[in-house]
Structures are given as structure tokens and as C-alpha cells.
């Protein structure tokens, strides 16, 4: 086991999906197991600030205490009481019930997110994933490491880790230990291709809803482009080339003119040779806000050269056929 190399993977996950900044600090839901052992030392030796924080559900008995005094003396954790949850839902609400004021991390991998997509496949029909960050702010930068990879990270590294007896009894530990094995018997890539799946799922239009900072553009294909302008978010059609004719919605644009092209609104477009922003045509124009992320631009480059209906030019037909 090359364990630099998986932790520069997981550095190399973490920044692709812009989990934690820099060397900031992140706190790691710990169990004792291996998964989240091998993420509290992993994201140490990356220079992230880590501290931990296990929760003692108390199901086990003596088994959940001495998981509780391994977190506390091996990984410095926390241990907050966490008693009271009947069904995995209850007690994973319990779970990421602490510590909310704080990044945190958990230490779900590839493995955990095909068991999920199996599950959830088969009690919903659709492949729901893990999301590399929840909506709370937790993330999991493991999802690109494989189980067993974990557990050689921590026998590489000598690091102790647990093993929860209860592992089998849950739904989880059923795929894990009887639907998967079947699965790899009808193919020997079921785990790969299952997460492919996932990652499918996970898409870039994930990433680029996962914050409202600044903004981003994504082409999703099919002539649709997915815009974010900090938290608005709007899909318009990728520019089309005005070459005679084109169709945009309620209008019919035509012209002869070379290097045109039609497309959406965009902030901070300005008419042509002029200082006035689109955005103020559309308002003296008493066009609705609801309609201006889809009303169509005749462009020439970045300069916008017609807005139809609304501002005319030489040599383009504008028809509202509606």
C-alpha cells in the first residue's frame, strides 16, 4: 500500500469538489472503524486542522464503550452521548445532530457508495448517491476510496481500528455481505459499474449548485447551459449560430449578416457601441424578471447587437410567432 498516494487522491477529491479550504480546520465523525480512521490520520497528514468527534449510540453495550474509550485515546475524540435512536433514519439524524456550527467529515468510500446505490435502486427504483457534501456542509472525502483500500492505509500506517459486531444485522451489511458477492458472480465489475452509477448521478450540475459563491456556467448538452449567478440559478440555451433562420422560444430571428449568433441574456451585457446595459432595456422595456434569463440576444461576439422586440438592427427580421 502506497499511502501517500492514496492521500494524494483524497487531496486531489477534496479539491475537485472544493470540500475543505487550505488547511482549514474539519472535524471527523468517528466510529473506531477503519474508514474513518484512515480519514482522521489521512487528512492530518495533509495539514488540515482535525479533531474528531465520536458518537456513543450505547446499542452494544460494553462493545459501544470500549468503541467510545478507542476514539477518545486513540483519535483524541470527543464522545457525546447519542442515545435514544431506534431505526438507522433516527439514529443518523442523532448522528449529524452535533456540532453544526463547524465543517465536518465523514468517512463513507466507493464501497459504502455502492451498497447505497442498491439500496436505494431497489426500495425506490432510482440510483440515489452520497453526496460528496450535504446540504449541512458535511462532507465525505473518501468517496473515491474503496473499503479494503482504507484498511491497508491503516495497517500500512499501524494504526488500530475497530470492528462493529452489528455490521451484518443492518441493511447495509446485508448487500455488503450477501447481494454483492451474488452480483460479482454475474459479473466480476458489478462494484465498478455500480458506482459508476453514482458518479453519473453526481454530476457536474452537483458541483455547480453546491455553492452560491461567485458564478459559474455549465453546458449540459442538447443546446441547454445551466447558469448560477451567486444563489440564482437559471438554465438558457447555448448560443446558435443566427445562420438564416433560428427558432428561440416565442420568436423567429432572421438575417444574412455573418458572425451572428443568438443566445441568452447574460449579467453585465451591454448594447453595441452604446454604455447601457441589457439589464436596463429590460427594465425600461417593463420586461418581467421572470422572463429575461430566457429572452434572446442577437450577438456578435460579446456585443449584443438586437434585442427583439425590443431594440431593432439593419439586416436582422425579427418575428414574435406566438
Known sequence: MDTAELRGRVEAFIRSRDLIPPGDDVTVLVSGGADSTCLWHVLRKLGYGVSALHVNHGLRGDESEADARFCARRLDAVVVDGSGG?????????????????LRATGHTASDQVETVVYRLVASGVTGAIKAK???????PLLEIWRDETEAYCRAERLEFRVDSSNPDTKRGLIRDEVLPRLRLLHPAADENLLRLAEERTTALDHLLASTA????????????AVREYDHVWLERTPVALDGEVRWGAWRIESE?????VRAWRAGDR????????????VD???????RESWP???????????PGIVDAEGIHVERVD
Open 271 to 282: 448594447l453595441a457601441g452604446r454604455s447601457k446595459k441589457i439589464q436596463d432595456v429590460f
Open 297 to 307: 440576444l442577437v450577438v456578435r461576439g460579446d456585443e449584443v447587437v438586437a434585442v
Open 86 to 102: 431506534h431505526t438507522e433514519d433516527e439514529l443518523r439524524r442523532i448522528r449529524y445532530s452535533f456540532l453544526t456550527d463547524r
Open 214 to 225: 461567485g458564478s459559474k456556467r455549465l453546458d449540459l448538452g442538447g443546446g441547454l447551459t
Open 134 to 140: 450535504r446540504e449541512d456542509g458535511v462532507v465525505r
Open 285 to 291: 422595456a417593463k420586461v418581467p424578471r421572470s422572463e
Open 257 to 261: 449578416l455573418p458572425g451572428l449568433k
